[in-house]
């Protein structure tokens, strides 16, 4: 079985931190994602990544940044969180590049900003 | 621009009664149809999949689908529901590129 895991269920930060969320997928996957699920928005893509070092843009990248030095970890950063980032996050892979193919998700994490 | 749009933010239904999640797209290219679902405190995981073939679509736990392109839709169902589907449901197209464009989310309330 795809197995994806996120570092924490649940964080608590405070204006202004620097905060890292890390994901871990053990499939050799090519593809890896970020999402914010809000009620009643639905799951919004934040940045994705076909390989190493390489990312792009989702629907909704403003105040975050993404790392990806290896293949099995993909990390978002919140560079200087706000209270509008309080939020649950969630990770996804999948298999390659150009395939629509299912996405793996991992637990998520419920983040706070105070 | 691709889209998609859950038409019902919560259906409540009684167990063994049947069920059915609206989902209508958009889309100007080939699409591609998912429903993922989310138990309490879990992430996302797929009932099934729409990729090319039979426009009937079966999933797990005796859930199905049915693209309907002239419609652009691709609705769920499952002919008797148990208090275990109680869950929130997601609508979701994709391109050829693989990335997800999600509904808003249905909330399944079965109740005894």
Known sequence: DVKVTQSSRYLVKRTGEKVFLECVQDMDHENMFWYRQDPGLGLRLIYFSYDVKMKEKGDIPEGYSVSREKKERFSLILESASTNQTSMYLCASSTKRDSPDTQYFGPGTRLTVL | ?112
């Open chain 2, 1 to 112: 621009a691709q889209s998609v749009t859950q038409l019902d933010s919560q259906v409540p239904v009684f167990e063994e009664a049947p069920v059915e999640l609206r989902c209508n797209y958009s889309s100007s290219v080939s699409v591609y149809l998912f429903w993922y679902v989310q138990y309490p405190n879990q992430g996302l995981q797929l009932l099934l999949k729409y990729l090319s073939g039979s426009t009937l679509v079966k999933g797990i736990n005796g859930f199905e689908a049915e693209f309907n392109k002239s419609q652009t839709s691709f609705h769920l169902r499952k002919p008797s529901v148990h208090i275990s589907d109680t869950a929130e449901y997601f609508c979701a197209v994709s391109d050829h590129t693989g990335k997800l464009i999600f509904g808003q989310g249905t909330t399944l309330q079965v109740k005894p």
